[in-house]
């Protein structure tokens, strides 16, 4: 049996191999969740949820560049390697974009940017605010190179750290339903009887309310938050599970090979779990897949409404939000740039789910 196993589990593999959209899709989420991971590695802006604002430069177009002063704080951070690493650094000094600086005497002259052709503020700073005086160090060339947004923080660095989100919440949501519909659908397709009309009445009233009203009322009981989010669309996205898993177990458990487990003696847990669960897992590759993008377009929804992750965390989401306005005042991709990147996580679970029910399939 262990043999037979390996084998089928090769055999499915190398189905999933010579499925090269499929491949190159598991190489793109790949990639995505090690950014998600990662974000504060790759942003340019490695400060926390990318929230350094620069009202003067907002919603500057992509590849804008400008001279950035940093006047140090002199507040010196406790933070360890792995917190700036996961949650980004306190930063406590002060940016400023400028147009042009000067040294006179002990004192910098700087001039603050302003656009549009106007002139901006003249300004001075001493040269002792400065550690050693070596003022160069603190002035360099900024580059954005997806531009800024409308509170002028760099909207690559919100883009990648945004992706924490929408990435995650697919997986948290999808567990969550495959949780709840995996145990509420095989009780009632195994067992049937009242256990089966009790669960279809629960899956009937939950399937009779509008999933973003039912996100709006748990997310509302359990508090605005990260996790709550999370664990609020995880709750309304079971009754797919748990339809799909009844219908195909009423199935499965009328053939012979579930006959001849009940006359060996195997108790109800390990029929389900052993024999039927595991030839009924191509249709939950899919709907898992479909759900993963639910999820993402209901936490959008939850963004849009205020509820969903609360500012100044970054979110694709909460981001489309934001700009969505910006379409018609011609500069289209503050919102078209994270709606690309959740069409492109979407699109990469929804062709691995294909390629994952194809090399289950076994009658192919």
């Given at each position: ?21 499929g ?39 992509p ?11 002199g ?36 001039v ?18 400065f ?10 060339n ?18 990648l ?35 089966d ?5 629960i ?19 359990l ?7 999370f664990i ?30 009940k ?54 989401g ?12 011609g ?21 691995v ?12």
């Open positions: 049996m262990g043999n037979q196993n390996n084998s089928l589990t090769r055999l499915a593999l190398q189905k999933f191999k010579k499925n090269f959209w491949v190159f899709s598991l190489g793109v989420i790949g990639c995505i969740g090690l950014i998600s991971i990662f974000a504060y590695l790759f942003a340019p802006d490695a400060s926390k949820n990318a929230n350094q604002m620069h009202l003067s430069i907002h919603s500057k177009s590849g804008f560049e400008v001279q950035m002063l940093t006047i140090p704080s507040i010196e951070s406790e933070q360890n390697f792995f917190s700036k690493l996961f949650f980004g650094s306190l930063n406590t000094d002060t940016e400023v974009p400028i147009q042009s600086y000067e040294l006179k005497g002990e004192v910098l002259s700087y603050e940017y302003a656009s549009d052709g106007l002139q901006g503020l003249e300004k001075q700073i001493e040269l002792s605010k550690p050693n005086k070596d003022y160069k160090e603190y002035i360099d900024r580059s954005f190179i997806f531009g800024t947004d409308k509170y002028g923080r760099d909207y690559l660095s919100r883009i750290i945004g992706s924490r989100i929408s990435f995650f919440i697919g997986f948290v949501a999808v567990f969550i339903s495959l949780l709840v519909g995996l145990l509420m659908g095989s009780l009632a397709g195994y067992y049937g009887g009242k256990a009309a009790f669960i279809m009445w899956i009937n009233i939950t399937w009779s309310i509008p999933t973003l009203l039912l996100v709006i009322a748990i997310t509302l009981a508090g605005k938050g990260f996790w709550q989010v609020a669309v995880g709750l309304t996205m079971w009754v797919e599970v748990a339809r799909v898993v009844r219908g195909q177990i009423i199935s499965a458990k009328e053939m012979q090979y579930i006959t001849a487990a006359a060996l003696g195997y108790n109800d847990y390990r029929i389900i779990t052993k024999h039927i669960l595991p030839n009924i897992f191509g249709p939950l590759i899919v709907i898992s897949a479909a759900n993963f993008a639910a999820a993402i377009l209901i936490e959008s929804g939850l963004s849009f409404l205020g509820i969903g992750a609360q500012p100044p965390m970054a979110s694709w909460a981001m489309i939000k934001d700009h969505y306005n910006y379409i018609i005042l500069k289209p991709y503050l919102a078209l740039i994270p709606g690309l990147c959740i069409m492109l996580l979407v699109m990469a679970f929804m062709l789910g294909n390629a994952l029910r194809d090399a289950l399939d076994v009658k192919t």
